[in-house]
């Protein structure tokens, strides 16, 4: 190691051998992402341990990837091996959304085109659900950031549920209308059994039992806007039958995308009803 690395590396130094830009570092230091090793009381000027560029490399890899700054720092948090877990539910999560774009893009080309697309049909079932105990968080979200936002708070419940019993069910409670131009607050819940405990905003709570209509979709479309046909289709059924809609609609989530093919039951839209 040379004198001037013993001495500790000046921030144009340390951003040419990292490939952070000056203005990238200041800003990972104000977010604490990576703050220098040491800062001249006096000069107020930043050095950064050889030590560093590691994890300065994997900032700058992972944010060419478009990942945010929140969830930088969470994959780099832990071990290696917790990075690695991570990482692979975050990249999970942009595969699901690209996907879902992907289904968009195509139903919008044969609209425009003015060609016929086919209208699908859903059959519409009732139930009875019983009180369910669920660990849930909430967040507002848009539509272009709904399947990164369900991804990653279903897993930080699923992480805090460590020790209970779940199952690859999962809902998604819509407490307001979720668009490409607005946000809505979100609940992802997940039901399980055994013992927990409410952790930072993740609340335990008891789902009360109800009655449902719910129709089931697959997966090749799980995606916005041709999702939204389940959607119209319940509410008629609801409407018709004189109900009433006495809590959020929802979306219950039957299995992970990457586990089932693309024409297998995937999601209920669910509402439910009162007389």
Known sequence: MTVR?????????????????????????????????EVDPASGYRRYAVSQLDRA???????????????VAEVLAGT??????????????????????????????????AATQPAMTYEVHRRAVPETKVASLRQA????????TIHELQWRVRDQLAGATTTAEHWVI??????????????VCVPFTGPAEPAGTMVIRLEPAHTELYTTVARDDCFYPRIMQAYDTLARHVDAEGLVRN??????YLADWHTIAGTDPFVHVAQPVGP
């Not at 500790?8 to 992402?33: N, Q």
């Not at 819509?174 to 609940?187: I, K, L, M, N, R």
């Not at 809590?247 to 219950?252: D, K, T």
């Open 247 to 252: 809590a959020p609609v929802r979306e219950i």
């Open 174 to 187: 819509y407490h307001g209308f979720v668009t490409p131009d607005s946000e809505a607050t979100v609940e």
């Open 80 to 113: 290696d091996e917790e990075a690695v877990v991570r990482l692979d539910r975050w990249w999970a999560a942009q595969e699901q959304a690209t996907a879902a774009k992907r289904g968009s893009i195509g139903w919008l080309r044969v609209q425009l085109a």
């Open 141 to 148: 979200t848009d539509q272009q950031g709904l399947a990164g």
């Open 57 to 71: 490399r994997r900032i700058s890899l992972l944010r060419r990837l478009d990942m945010p700054l929140a969830v």
């Open 5 to 37: 690395e013993l001495r500790g590396l000046t921030i144009g130094e340390f951003g040419r051998r990292s490939g952070l830009s000056v203005k990238a570092l200041r800003l990972y230091d104000l977010s604490g992402l990576l703050p220098p090793a």
